[in-house]
C-alpha cells in the first residue's frame, strides 16, 4: 500500500507531466526513497496509481539500473568501475571492499548493513578512484580510507 | 584569459545565491532579450556566434534551433531540456557548471527557451549529481521567486516553468532522444531521426535539447555579442570550453580555456605533466567515446576540425590520459565493458556485438586470444559504425577501439601470441592445447 | 509513382512507402526482422540493410536500413553490394551469438523466419566461440509456449501484443543483452488475441502450445484452405492434418477480412475436432452397441423417411450446402432453422436491414479505416473479436492520419507515429449493458439496460437526419450524449456503425440501421456491421426456412413423425422441458453431427457428418461475403459431409431434384438457381476440374515426408492417395508448383521462404490484397435506387419490476461458442457460470460477490454464484450465455426472484 505521503508526492509529480503514466519514474523513485528497494507489491502499487500494468511499468523499472528491484542492504555502495578510475587502480578498492565486506559485487552483507555495486562513471574522474554510498561521494580513494569511511555507516 | 563561464565559480566555496549573482550582472541576457530582441533575433545571434554544442557532437546551435516550427500555429507547448546526464566516462565538466553556478545555467535556459518560445523546460540532471542537484532546487526556487521563471516574465508575456528531472541511471539517457522517453517515464531506448526533436520530442512536442555547457555560454553571448565570442577562441571555434584531464598526471582536473588551446598546454601547464614514474602513451580527447591520439598530436589545437582531421573527435573535451603501465588491452576492455552494459538492448549490432567484443577483449588480455579475434574486432569497427546501429553510441564504442588497435595493435599481438599479458604479475597462461 | 533503380534495373514504384515494403512487393528477397506489415517499421533488427548512392557518380554508397527510408524518385540503391550483403550476414551472425542453434528440437523449425534470413544472408558458420546467455522460461497459459533463449530481440511481440492489440501483460524487461520478452510473472497470457504471437515471433520463442501435443513440422502437414468456424466474421485459416487429426490452424491472409491475424477462438478452437466427443462412426440405436456401416446407416434411414411424415431442422454451423441438400430433401415447408426463435427473428432482421439499408457493410479491414465509430449492445471482443481488434486500429489512425501528414511523417513509421500521435484516439463510442474490453478506448461509454440503449440509438438517428423518428422523454444527459454522438459522427468522413444480434434487443439493431441510414442521406459513405451469433447464420438466413418453434409446432399436431437434425444441439436452442418434449414426441429422430450432445443421445439413426476440416462447403459471414472452405484431409469412409449423406439419402429416395446432382459443383448451381440473389457463391473457387498445366493443386508440401512409412504398420504397401471429387485439390504433394488462385491456397510457401511470411508473395503489394483478389464474393451491396425506410420502433423507457431481475444475455469468446467450447485448449480458458448483478441492487438483496443467487427463468431453476459489476444497469443482471453448466434460456427475459425458493436439485429438469 502506498502512504499518503508517497500518494501526495506522486500526485505532485503527475501534475507536472500530461498523463499519470509520464510520473512512472519519478514514482518509483519516490517508493524507493522510502523501502530501499521496489518489490513487486510495491511496483503493482505504483502501477495501479499511475493507471500502468505491472508488466508496462517493471518494463520500464528493469530497463534503468538504479531502480532495485531487489532488496538491498542499509547503504548501498556504488564503485565507479569506469576508465578514470580504472587507470588509477580502482581494482585494488574493489578488492579491499570483497575481503573487507566479504561479499561480491550483487550481494548485501550478512548483517544486512551493505550492497555492494558496481557503477559507471561518477563524473568525478580528476579525483579518481571514487565511490558513493549513498548519498555520499569519496573521492581519490586509498584502500587505508575503507575502514573509516565504512565505520560511518551502521 | 576571460573565463565568462567559470568566472564566479571557486572551488569549495557555495555558489552565488541569486542576488550575489544578479551583483555580477546575473540575468542581464533575459533582461536584455525580453526587453528589446525578437526569439528570431536571439537565434540569429546564437547562430552567428558559431556556439557550437558542447555535448559532444557540436551542431552549431542556433542552427539546431532553427528548425523548431514558430509562429501561431506551431504545436504547443514547446519543450526545452537542458542535458545534464553527464555519464560519458571520463568527463567531469558539466559537473563544475552545475554545483558552482546553476543559475547561469537557468539564465542560459531561459534565453534558450525565449528563443524558439518553449514554455516548458527540464533540467536532465544524473542521479549522482547531488549537490547539483540540491543547488539547483534551490536555484529555480529562487528564480522563480524573483520572477525570471513562472507567468509573464518580467512583464514580458513570456512564461517558462523549470522542473528537475533526476534520472535513474543508463548512460543512454544521455543521448537526447533517449533522453526525452526517459523524461516521459518509458524505457530509454533512442528514437529514430527523423522526425528530430525540433518537430517531435517531448510528448510529440517541439524541443530542444543542449548541453549544459552550451546553455551556459548563451547568456555571455547575449551580454557581449557574437563577434567577442567568436574572438575567445584561439584558431577556427568559438569561444572558451571547458577542457579536463583525468589518469596519471599530476594535478587532474578541469579548467575553462579558450578554444584551439593545445593539447601539450593543457596536459603540462594545467594537469602539471605526468606523474613521477609514468610515460604517456595516448589520449582519449574529449571521454570514452573518441579515438585515441597519440604522441604526434600533442600539439593540436583543441578544437573542433583540428581534433577530427586527427581522426578523432573533440567530444564532451574532457581527457583520459593513458600511460606506459596501464594496459592498453585492459584499458580498452574497461571501456568496451561499459558500452555493452549501457547498450539499450534495442538494436542488433550494439546489443549483440559489444557484448562479443568484450568477450574477446577478456580473452586477450587473459592471455586467451587467437589471431583470428583481431579480425573479428576489426569488423565490428568496420560495421559498428555511424548509420548502422540506430544510435551514436555503439559508433561511440568502436571509436576507441579502432584507434587502440591502429596504435596499440603490438600490444594486442603480444598479449595473443605470448598468451599472457604483459602488464600482468601473474603467471603467464599455458594454453591447453 | 517514382523511379528507382535497384542494382541499376529502374522500376516503377508507388511512393510514400518505405524502400523495404517496395522491394518486397517487387519480389525482391530482403531480409528482415523488426519490421510488420501491419505494425510498421521500427528499425530495431538492422537486417535490411543495403547500399544507397546520392546519385549515379556515387559509387561508394552508404548502408541504411531500408524499412527506415521513404522512397524518392531517382533512388538508387544496391541490395547485392558485397557490403550491404556481409552486413546483412553479420546481423545474423550477431543474432546467433546467443541463440541456441536449437532448430532440430525447435516447433518453429521449418516455418522459422530466422532459418530463412539466415540461408538468405548466408551466413553460415559460426564465429561466436564465448557461451550463451539462458533465460527461464515462463508458464504463458494453454495456448502459447515460451522459450526465451531463441529471441532475436526483434521487439515484434510486444509491438503487436501491446501497441497492435492492446494486451497489458507482456512487455519487455531488462537491457543491454538482458532483453526479456514475457510477463511481469507466469501466467495465463490475457489478451484474446495472444495466439498470433506464435506467427508474430520469427523463431522459436512463442509457438503454439496445442500443436506440441501432436506435433507436426509444416512441411508434414496436409493443407486446406478453410475458413474459422467460431463467430461470423468468417476469418481465413489453413488448417493442417497429418495421421488424421487436425494439428494446427493458422492464419491464411485475406486482405479484406482477418489480414495476419486471428482470434485465439479461432486460432485453438479447432480441437474440437479431435475431441473425445467426436462422432466417428454411425450408429442405429437398435443395433447398439455395435456401429453401423454406412450402407446400413443409410438404408435405415431411407426406410424411416419412407416411414414417417419427416421435417428437417438445418443449422447456422453447418455450411450453405448442408443446409440447402436438407431443404430440398424435406421440402422447403419443412425446413426449420436450427436456431433459438429470438435469434431467428433477429437474423432475419439483420439481413433485412444489409438487403434494404443504403449503407453499405464494410469488411474487417473497411473497418480498420473508420473514422468514427458507435457500437450498440456489442461486446465484441466476445461476440466478433477479430472486430474489435479491427475498431482498436480504426480509433488509432483516425487522429494518426492528420497529425501524422501535417509533421510529415510517414505512417509506416511506427514509433515516430506514436510519439507524435500519444495517447490521442479516434471518436469511438459505446453503449452497452456491461463494462467491454474495448471502453479503454471510447471517447463515452454508455452503460445501460438494452431499451435505453436502443433509444440513445434512436435518438442519435434523428439528431442526424430528422426524418427517422425521435424519442419521447428522453433524459437530458442522454440527450446531450446523443448530440455529441451525432456530431461526432457526422464529423467522419467514414463512419461506423457496429450492432448485432448478441443482446437479444431488436430495437437496438434497428436503431443501428436508422443511424447508419441517415448518415448516408446526409451524404457520408457510412457503414453497418451487424455481428452475428454463428458462422453461417447469414447462409442459412439467406436459404429462407421456418423458426425451431413451429418444427416443435408440426410433430405436436401430428404434421410430422420424424425429423433429420442436422449440426444443431436443440438444447442450446430452446428450453430443455421443450426439446425433451419434441425430441419424445417424435417416432424417428436421425442426428448428423460430428460432436456428441444432449441431442444425439435421442437420435435413433445418428449419421457421423464431417467436421469443417473434413468437408467441403460455403459459408457466408456477417459482411454477406460467401467463402469456400476446403476439405483437408481424407476422412475414413464412414464420416462425411452432411450435404454427401443428405445427397445419398436423396439419390436412393431417387428425389427428383437430388439424384441429378452428381457432385459438388452441382449442389452450388442448384442453390444459384433457386436462390438468385446468391449468384456469385459458384464463382468463390474455380470448379472441380479447374487444372493449372494439367495439374491438380497438392494439399502437401514438396518436402512433404515419411509417406511411404507412415502406414507401414498396417501395410508395407502404399494405398493409392485418395482422390478428391470436389475440388482441384489433390491429397498428396504431387502437383502443379506455382500459385493457385487466392480462395484455394493450401499453404504459403515460397523459395526461401518457408515461414508465413512467404504470403509476401502471394500478395499484389505487401500488406495489400492477394494476387487474383481477397477471397470470398459479397452478394450483398446496397442497391442505388433503394430508399430506406426507417424504423419507428423506439421501445419505452425499462421499468425495473420488483422482486425480479430483467436478465440480459452475456458471451463470452471462451465458452459461449458450441464448437470452441470442446477444445481442450480453450476449455481451460472458459470462466465458471455466474451471474453479474448491480452492486446496488446486490446491496438491496443482501448478496456479496460470490454468493449463490437462486432465480428462475421460464419456469427454469438456476442458481449460480453472484458477480458483482458497476456497470450493469440497476433491475437488469447478466448472464454468461452458452457456457457449460448454465442452461438455456431465451434472453434478454425476466427472472423471478425468490429469496425463499430453495435450491431443489430433483426439481431440475420437471420444473
Ligand atoms: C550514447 C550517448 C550519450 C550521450 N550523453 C550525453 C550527455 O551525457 N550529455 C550531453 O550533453 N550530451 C550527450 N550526448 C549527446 C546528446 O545526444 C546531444 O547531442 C546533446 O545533448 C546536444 O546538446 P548540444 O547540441 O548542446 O551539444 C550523448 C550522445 C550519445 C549518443
Ligand atoms: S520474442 Fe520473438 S518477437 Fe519478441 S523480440 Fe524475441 S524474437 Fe522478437
Ligand atoms: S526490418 Fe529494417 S531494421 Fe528491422
Redesign the interface.
Not at chain 1, 568501475?81 to 578514470?84: F, G, K, N, V, Y
Not at chain 1, 557503477?119 to 579518481?128: P, W, Y
Given at each position: 500500500m502506498l502512504t499518503a505521503e508517497e500518494k501526495h508526492q506522486i500526485d505532485h509529480e503527475i501534475s507536472?507531466?500530461?498523463?499519470p503514466?509520464?510520473?512512472?519514474?519519478?514514482a518509483?523513485?519516490i517508493v524507493q526513497q522510502n523501502h530501499g528497494w521496489v518489490s513487486?507489491e510495491s511496483?503493482k502499487d505504483v502501477a495501479d496509481y499511475v493507471g500502468m500494468?505491472?508488466?508496462?511499468l517493471?518494463?520500464?523499472a528493469?530497463?534503468?539500473?538504479?531502480?532495485f528491484r531487489r532488496p538491498v542492504g542499509r547503504h548501498v555502495i556504488?564503485l565507479c568501475?569506469?576508465?578514470?578510475c580504472?587507470?588509477?587502480g580502482y581494482e585494488g578498492i574493489k578488492e579491499a571492499l570483497h575481503e573487507k565486506l566479504n561479499i561480491q559485487y550483487g550481494q548485501t552483507t550478512a548483517d544486512g548493513r551493505f550492497t555492494l555495486l558496481p557503477?559507471?562513471?561518477?563524473?568525478?574522474?580528476?579525483?579518481?578512484p571514487a565511490l558513493?554510498i549513498d548519498?555520499d561521494?569519496y573521492r581519490n580513494l586509498t584502500v587505508e580510507q575503507l575502514d573509516e569511511i565504512l565505520n560511518k555507516y551502521t | 584569459m576571460e573565463k565568462p563561464l567559470t568566472q564566479h565559480i571557486v572551488p569549495g566555496r557555495a555558489p552565488l545565491s541569486l542576488k550575489e549573482y544578479e551583483k555580477v550582472g546575473g540575468y542581464q541576457s533575459v533582461r536584455k532579450i525580453l526587453k528589446g530582441m525578437t526569439p528570431q533575433e536571439v537565434q540569429a545571434l546564437v547562430k552567428e556566434s558559431d556556439l557550437k554544442g558542447r555535448g559532444g557532437a557540436g551542431f552549431n546551435t542556433g542552427l539546431k534551433w532553427s528548425f523548431v516550427p514558430m509562429g501561431d500555429d506551431a504545436a504547443t507547448p514547446k519543450y526545452l531540456v537542458a542535458n545534464a546526464d553527464e555519464m560519458e566516462p571520463g568527463t567531469f565538466k558539466d559537473r563544475v557548471l552545475l554545483e558552482g553556478n546553476p543559475h547561469q545555467l537557468i539564465e542560459g535556459m531561459i534565453v534558450a527557451a525565449y528563443a524558439i518560445q518553449a514554455s516548458i523546460s527540464y533540467v536532465f540532471l544524473r542521479w549522482a549529481y547531488k549537490v547539483a542537484a540540491r543547488e539547483i532546487t534551490i536555484a529555480i526556487q529562487e528564480a522563480y521567486e524573483a520572477g525570471y521563471l513562472g507567468q509573464n516574465i518580467l512583464g514580458s508575456g513570456f512564461n517558462l516553468d523549470m522542473h528537475l528531472h533526476t534520472g535513474v541511471g543508463r548512460y543512454m539517457c544521455g543521448e537526447e532522444t533517449a533522453l526525452l522517453n526517459a523524461l516521459e517515464g518509458k524505457r530509454a531506448n533512442p528514437r529514430a531521426k527523423p522526425p528530430f526533436p525540433q518537430v517531435s520530442g517531448l510528448f510529440g512536442k517541439p524541443t530542444i535539447v543542449n548541453n549544459v555547457e552550451t546553455l551556459c555560454c548563451l547568456p555571455h553571448i547575449v551580454n557581449n555579442g557574437a563577434e567577442w565570442f567568436k574572438k575567445l577562441g584561439l584558431t577556427a571555434d568559438a569561444g572558451t570550453k571547458l577542457f579536463g584531464v583525468s589518469g596519471r598526471v599530476k594535478t587532474p582536473g578541469c579548467w575553462e580555456l579558450p578554444m584551439g588551446t593545445t593539447i601539450r598546454e593543457i596536459l603540462e601547464d594545467y594537469a602539471g605533466g605526468m606523474q613521477d614514474g609514468y610515460l604517456f602513451r595516448g589520449l582519449l580527447p574529449g571521454g570514452a567515446s573518441t579515438d585515441f591520439l597519440v604522441e604526434e598530436h600533442l600539439d593540436l589545437p583543441m578544437d573542433y576540425p583540428s581534433i577530427q582531421a586527427a581522426g578523432s573527435r573533440m567530444g564532451t573535451g574532457t581527457m583520459i590520459i593513458l600511460d606506459d603501465q596501464t594496459c592498453p588491452v585492459g584499458f580498452t576492455l574497461n571501456l568496451q565493458h561499459f558500452f555493452a552494459q549501457e547498450s539499450c538492448g534495442f538494436c542488433t549490432p550494439c546489443r549483440e556485438g559489444l557484448p562479443w567484443v568484450e568477450r574477446i577483449l577478456l580473452a586477450i588480455d587473459k592471455g586467451e586470444g587467437k589471431p583470428e579475434h583481431l579480425l573479428t574486432l576489426d569488423f565490428h569497427t568496420k560495421y559498428l559504425g555511424p548509420g548502422n546501429t540506430f544510435c551514436a553510441l555503439a559508433p561511440g564504442a568502436m571509436e576507441p577501439l579502432q584507434s587502440a588497435l591502429k596504435y596499440f595493435r603490438e600490444d594486442f599481438e603480444r598479449h595473443i601470441h605470448e598468451h599472457h599479458c604483459p602488464w600482468s604479475k601473474a603467471k603467464a597462461w599455458q594454453p591447453s592445447i | 509513382m517514382a523511379t528507382i533503380y535497384i542494382d541499376n534495373t529502374p522500376f516503377e514504384v508507388p511512393t510514400g512507402k518505405n524502400l523495404l515494403e517496395v522491394c518486397l512487393s517487387l519480389g525482391q528477397d530482403l531480409p528482415y526482422f523488426c519490421w510488420h506489415p501491419a505494425m510498421g517499421s521500427v528499425g530495431a533488427c538492422r537486417q535490411c540493410a543495403v547500399k544507397v548512392y546520392k546519385d549515379e557518380n556515387d559509387t561508394k554508397g552508404k548502408l541504411f536500413m531500408s524499412c527506415m527510408e521513404q522512397v524518392r524518385d531517382g533512388m538508387r540503391i544496391s541490395i547485392v553490394d558485397p557490403e550491404a550483403k556481409e552486413f546483412r550476414a553479420h546481423i545474423i551472425g550477431w543474432l546467433m551469438t546467443n541463440h541456441p542453434h536449437d532448430c532440430a528440437v525447435c516447433d518453429e523449425g521449418g516455418a522459422c523466419h530466422l532459418q530463412d534470413m539466415t540461408v538468405m544472408t548466408g551466413h553460415n558458420y559460426r564465429n561466436y566461440t564465448f557461451d550463451k546467455r539462458t533465460y527461464i522460461n515462463q508458464y504463458l497459459g494453454p495456448f502459447l509456449n515460451h522459450e526465451m533463449n531463441r529471441c532475436i530481440q526483434c521487439y515484434r511481440c510486444v509491438r503487436y501484443y501491446k501497441d497492435y492489440a492492446g494486451g497489458k501483460d507482456l512487455d519487455v524487461f531488462a537491457a543491454h543483452n538482458h532483453l526479456y520478452f514475457g510477463r511481469a510473472e507466469d501466467g495465463v497470457l490475457e489478451s484474446e488475441f495472444s495466439g498470433n504471437l506464435a506467427e508474430v515471433c520469427p523463431t522459436g520463442v512463442f509457438t503454439d502450445k496445442t500443436l506440441k501435443q501432436h506435433y507436426t513440422r509444416k512441411w508434414d502437414l496436409t493443407m486446406a484452405a478453410s475458413v474459422c468456424h467460431h463467430c461470423s466474421l468468417g476469418c481465413n485459416i489453413t488448417a493442417g492434418e497429418r495421421y488424421g487429426t487436425l494439428r494446427n490452424i493458422t492464419n491464411r491472409y485475406n486482405g479484406e477480412v482477418n489480414g495476419y491475424f486471428l482470434c485465439d477462438r479461432g486460432r485453438f478452437g479447432y480441437e474440437h475436432v479431435n475431441s473425445v466427443s467426436r462422432i466417428r462412426k454411425s450408429l442405429v440405436r437398435s443395433n447398439l452397441p455395435e456401429a453401423t456401416d454406412k450402407y446400413t446407416a443409410l438404408q435405415t434411414v431411407v426406410q424411416l423417411m419412407r416411414q414417417g411424415r419427416v421435417i428437417g431442422i438445418g443449422s447456422p454451423r453447418a455450411s450453405l450446402e448442408s443446409n440447402f441438400m436438407l431443404k430440398t430433401l424435406v421440402g422447403e415447408d419443412n425446413f426449420h432453422h436450427g436456431v433459438s426463435d429470438a435469434e431467428h427473428d433477429l437474423t432475419e432482421l439483420s439481413l433485412k436491414i444489409l438487403k434494404e439499408s443504403d449503407a453499405r457493410t464494410p469488411s474487417l479491414r473497411e473497418v480498420e479505416k473508420a473514422d468514427a465509430v458507435f457500437i450498440l449492445g456489442e461486446d465484441l471482443t466476445n461476440t466478433a473479436p477479430m472486430l474489435a481488434l479491427a475498431v482498436r486500429q480504426a480509433v488509432r489512425q483516425e487522429p494518426l492520419l492528420e497529425q501524422v501528414s501535417e509533421a510529415k511523417i510517414p505512417v509506416w513509421q511506427d514509433a515516430a507515429v506514436r510519439e507524435l500521435v500519444q495517447s490521442e484516439k479516434g471518436p469511438l463510442f459505446i453503449a452497452v449493458p456491461t463494462a467491454t474490453k474495448l471502453d479503454e478506448l471510447a471517447t463515452q461509454t454508455y452503460f445501460a439496460d438494452p431499451d435505453a440503449i436502443a433509444r440513445l440509438g434512436f435518438a442519435v438517428a434523428n439528431i442526424i437526419y430528422p426524418e427517422s423518428p425521435g424519442v419521447r422523454g428522453l433524459k437530458n444527459n442522454d440527450l446531450h450524449l446523443a448530440q455529441q454522438i451525432a456530431d461526432a459522427l457526422m464529423k467522419a468522413k467514414n463512419p461506423v456503425i457496429i450492432s448485432g444480434t448478441s443482446s437479444g434487443n431488436e430495437a437496438i439493431v434497428k436503431a443501428a440501421a436508422n443511424i447508419a441510414n441517415a448518415l448516408v442521406a446526409k451524404e457520408k459513405s457510412a457503414g453497418i456491421v451487424l455481428t452475428l451469433p454463428t458462422s453461417n447464420s447469414m447462409g442459412l438466413a439467406m436459404l429462407g426456412g421456418h423458426r425451431l418453434q413451429s418444427a416443435f409446432e408440426a410433430v405436436e399436431n401430428g404434421y410430422a413423425d420424424t425429423v433429420i437434425i442436422v449440426e444443431s444441439d436443440l438444447y442450446r436452442l430452446a428450453s430443455e422441458g421443450a426439446v425433451t418434449n419434441f425430441l419424445k414426441s417424435c417416432k424417428k429422430v436421425i442426428v448428423l453431427d460430428y460432436l456428441h450432445s444432449q441431442t444425439t443421445e435421442h437420435a435413433d439413426v445418428l449419421l457421423a457428418a464431417g467436421a469443417f476440416s473434413e468437408a467441403d462447403g460455403t459459408l457466408i459471414n456477417n459482411e454477406g461475403r460467401a467463402q469456400r472452405f476446403y476439405q483437408v484431409y481424407p476422412t475414413i469412409e464412414d464420416i462425411q459431409e452432411s450435404w454427401r449423406w443428405l445427397g445419398e439419402l436423396g439419390t436412393i429416395v431417387a428425389h427428383d431434384q437430388i439424384s441429378w446432382w452428381h457432385g459438388y459443383d452441382d449442389i452450388l448451381s442448384a442453390i444459384v438457381k433457386e436462390h438468385p440473389e446468391m449468384k456469385g457463391i459458384e464463382m468463390v473457387t474455380p470448379p472441380s476440374d479447374f487444372r493449372i498445366a494439367g495439374q491438380k493443386i497438392p494439399r502437401e508440401p514438396h518436402r512433404f515426408s515419411g509417406r511411404t512409412a507412415m502406414r507401414a504398420n498396417i501395410n508395407v504397401s502404399e494405398p493409392k492417395p485418395a482422390e478428391d471429387p470436389d475440388s482441384p485439390l489433390s491429397y498428396t504433394m504431387e502437383g502443379y508448383r506455382g500459385q493457385p488462385p487466392s480462395a484455394m491456397i493450401p499453404f504459403f510457401w515460397a523459395p526461401g521462404w518457408n515461414s508465413n511470411q512467404s504470403v509476401n508473395k502471394y500478395q499484389q503489394e505487401v500488406g495489400g490484397h492477394l494476387k487474383g483478389g481477397d477471397p470470398g464474393i459479397r452478394l450483398i451491396e446496397p442497391k442505388p435506387e433503394h430508399k430506406f425506410s426507417y424504423s419507428a420502433a423506439v421501445p419505452e423507457k425499462f421499468e425495473p419490476m420488483d422482486g425480479h431481475l430483467f436478465i440480459l444475455p452475456l458471451h463470452h469468446i471462451f465458452g459461449s461458442e458450441e464448437l470452441s467450447a470442446q477444445a481442450a485448449a480453450i476449455q481451460e480458458r472458459i470462466p465458471e457460470p455466474y451471474i453479474a448483478i448491480n452492486t446496488d441492487d446486490a446491496l438491496r438483496m443482501k448478496l456479496d460477490e460470490g454468493q449463490l443467487m437462486p432465480f428462475a427463468i421460464d419456469g427454469n431453476l438456476y442458481q449460480l454464484p453472484v458477480k458483482l459489476s458497476t456497470t450493469i444497469a440497476s433491475g437488469t443482471a447478466g448472464l454468461p450465455v452458452g457456457l457449460p453448466g448454465v442452461k438455456f434460456a431465451e434472453l434478454p427475459a425476466w427472472a423471478i426472484l425468490n429469496r425463499e425458493l430453495q435450491w431443489k436439485p430433483q426439481h431440475q429438469t420437471t420444473f
Open positions: 507536472l507531466v500530461p498523463a503514466k509520464n510520473a512512472c519514474i519519478e518509483l523513485k513487486d511496483l500494468s505491472s508488466a508496462e517493471d518494463s520500464v528493469t530497463f534503468y539500473n538504479l531502480i556504488l568501475d569506469s576508465i578514470s580504472y587507470v588509477m557503477n559507471c562513471c561518477l563524473g568525478t574522474c580528476d579525483c579518481a558513493m548519498n561521494l | - | -
